[in-house]
Nanobody, 114 residues
């Protein structure tokens, strides 16, 4: 069984920073892409950032220059550093890990508000 444990969400003022972490554990060995998605109520889940096993990254246009994605393959962990946060970044953020199957975390709430 595979588990993804997310941490780092919370409430932050506009212009602030947060760092999300997602650690994979259990019966998971070959991990390919790792990424973060976000979802607002009543809206579709959207890609925020993804990183390949080799370190190539792809970020949504709305977060380029503000967010950075990284991973530690030995720890099976992916990180999302979020800087210069805006109210429109408020959402539930989900971790995604692609191995032979596709795995999702339970989500962590990020709220940007003064």
């Amino acid at each position: 069984q595979v588990q993804l444990v997310e941490s780092g969400g919370g409430l932050v003022q506009p212009g602030g920073s947060l760092r999300l972490s997602c650690a994979a554990s259990g019966n998971i060995f070959s991990i390919y892409d790792m990424g973060w998605y976000r979802q607002l109520p009543g809206k579709q889940r959207e890609l925020v950032a993804v990183i390949t096993r080799g370190g190539s990254t792809n970020l949504a246009d709305s977060v380029k220059g503000r967010f950075t994605i990284s991973r530690d393959n030995a720890k099976k962990t992916v990180y999302l550093q979020m800087n210069s946060l805006k109210p429109e970044d408020t959402a539930v953020y989900y971790c995604n890990v692609r191995s032979f199957s596709d795995y999702w975390g339970k989500g962590t709430q990020v709220t940007v508000s003064s």
